[in-house]
Nanobody, 127 residues
Framework: QVRLVESGGGLVQAGGSLRLSCAAS????????MGWFRQAPGKEREFVAA????????AYADSVKGRFTISRDNAKNTVYLQMNNLKPEDTAVYLC????????????????????WGRGTQVTVSS
């Protein structure tokens, strides 16, 4: 029922910045907790960040704290991931995800909280 399309990925040098966007087809976008995950070749998918329905609360993986910022614009049905001071180890396919009806960030770092997933956008950071 919810279609998610990521954009904004690309090639960037270490220390650079990139902003990812995730556009949702759902008009009641504000009912969904939104999250970002990433997956590199040969590695498991890992949690990056999550944001509550109103945008008042956020959660981050330790590896990106202080460098990445998640935000959302419910009027535009879009969630963003601002990535600063990028490192080569940030290279991965970044996927946007939406929960079904969760009202908080409990278990927001677990994949099974999210019912809908985008196809992903590639982020490559060169050294």
């Amino acid at each position: 029922q919810v279609r998610l399309v990521e954009s904004g990925g690309g090639l960037v040098q270490a220390g650079g910045s990139l902003r990812l966007s995730c556009a949702a087809s759902e008009r009641t976008f504000s009912r969904h907790v939104m999250g970002w995950f990433r997956q590199a070749p040969g590695k498991e998918r890992e949690f990056v960040a999550a944001i509550s329905r109103s945008g008042a609360s956020t959660a981050y993986a330790d590896s990106v704290k202080g460098r990445f910022t998640i935000s959302r614009d419910n009027a535009k049905n879009t969630v963003y991931l601002q990535m600063n001071n990028l490192k080569p180890e940030d290279t991965a396919v970044y996927l946007c995800a939406a929960s079904d009806y969760s009202s908080n960030l409990y278990n927001s770092m677990t994949e099974n909280k999210y019912a809908y997933w985008g196809r992903g956008t590639q982020v490559t950071v060169s050294s």
